[in-house]
């Protein structure tokens, strides 16, 4: 009987260990690099509501176009309702499409920090929790480092950087309606009072690189 009792206990060990093993083979920690297409490269940022970086990003010399969605969790095919409990790890983001012949990861960046309130943790003014933290993916060495120096920058210019820096892994696309919200719905409460004086207070810090025919 003793014997018996040991060996199911054998077995359930090696079975755990079995399971453990393969949990934590599926983690990967590597970034992973999405290939340019017809030239254009993307680049990925969390900075609070994805709707208010959307129209940033958008405004951008060089950027052909944002994207919505959300990254930076630990479950599959996020929803905005998932998302909102802050039970998915994953934060509100943006895919960012850009000519690097025109604006350079590096000047994205800086108009990453250029945006947004720089030591809010998790939240970008009045959206709060952590779906909506700020978090900067790398895809390469090359961009990891180019985020570490402008966070050493500004470290040293006395900012206490709540951003996070994480390899990128994958990027869920948000729903329809949440695409071009800004710029479909300009006289909405929320795009009145944050999305569009948000954008103008960039703007006025990198005037430089805004777009003609970019809004307000």
């Known amino acids: 009987m003793k014997l018996l009792i040991y060996s199911v206990m054998m ?22 690099q999405v290939a340019s297409e017809n030239g254009m490269k993307r680049a990925y940022f969390a900075s609070g509501c994805f709707w208010c970086v959307e129209e940033i990003y958008e405004g951008v010399k060089g950027v052909k176009e944002s994207i919505s969605g959300y990254s930076g969790g630990h479950t599959e095919n996020p929803t905005y309702e998932d998302s909102n409990t802050g039970r998915t790890g994953h934060a509100e983001a943006n895919e960012i499409i850009y000519n690097p012949k025109i604006v350079s990861f590096k000047t994205l960046v800086n108009v990453y920090f250029a945006s ?14 952590s779906q909506y933290r ?33 390899p990128f892994q994958k990027f869920w696309i948000a729903e329809d309606y949440h695409q071009d919200y800004a710029k479909l719905h300009p006289t909405q409460g929320y795009i009145r009072g944050v999305s569009i004086p948000r954008f103008k207070n960039f703007a006025s810090k990198m005037p430089n690189i805004i777009k003609e025919s970019a809004p307000h």
């Not at 947004?116 to 929790?129: A, C, R, S, Y």
């Not at 993916?137 to 570490?148: A, G, L, R, S, T």
């Not at 006395?158 to 994480?166: F, R």
């Open 134 to 166: 700020s978090i900067i993916f790398y895809q390469n060495d090359i961009e990891k480092k180019i985020i570490e120096d402008k966070i050493a920058d500004l470290t040293k210019e006395g900012y206490k950087v709540a951003a996070e820096v994480k």
């Open 11 to 32: 077995l359930l060990a090696s079975t755990c260990n079995t399971t453990e093993t393969k949990s934590k083979q599926a983690i990967n920690t590597d970034a992973i």
């Open 116 to 129: 947004q309130n720089i030591g809010q943790v998790n939240g970008q003014g009045p959206d709060n929790g």
